[in-house]
Nanobody, 124 residues
Framework: QVQLVESGGGLVQPGGSLRLSCAVSGSIFGTHSMGWYRQAPGKQRELVAGISSGGTTAYADSVKGRFTISRDNAENTVFLQMNSLKPEDTAVYYC??????????????????WGQGTQVTVSS
């Protein structure tokens, strides 16, 4: 069974940065697309960044130019570097395997059971 463990969240001021990590166990990680989702209070979970097995990336318009997704196949880990954070980025962030790395938005479900997520709060 695949396990996903997210970490790296916290409280940061607007304009600040955070780097999230997701450790993946129990899957053939290197052959799968991965993605970072987020769920803000009262909203559905949405895919905001995806990366293919070959390293091609895709981003939602809301985070493009500020967030960078990357992966380390040797360590079975996917990362999300978040810069120029805004209050509207406040959410619980999750990693998962999307059906397609570019199926951004609210309609792209994850293929694995969800981890506990990591809380990101952007506030002054």
């Amino acid at each position: 069974q695949v396990q996903l463990v997210e970490s790296g969240g916290g409280l940061v001021q607007p304009g600040g940065s955070l780097r999230l990590s997701c450790a993946v166990s129990g899957s053939i990680f290197g052959t799968h697309s991965m993605g970072w989702y987020r769920q803000a209070p009262g909203k559905q979970r949405e895919l905001v960044a995806g990366i293919s097995s070959g390293g091609t990336t895709a981003y939602a318009d809301s985070v493009k130019g500020r967030f960078t997704i990357s992966r380390d196949n040797a360590e079975n880990t996917v990362f999300l570097q978040m810069n120029s954070l805004k209050p509207e980025d406040t959410a619980v962030y999750y990693c998962n395997r999307p059906w397609f790395y570019s199926c951004l938005g609210y309609g792209c479900s994850g293929r694995y059971s969800w981890g506990q997520g990591t809380q990101v709060t952007v506030s002054s």
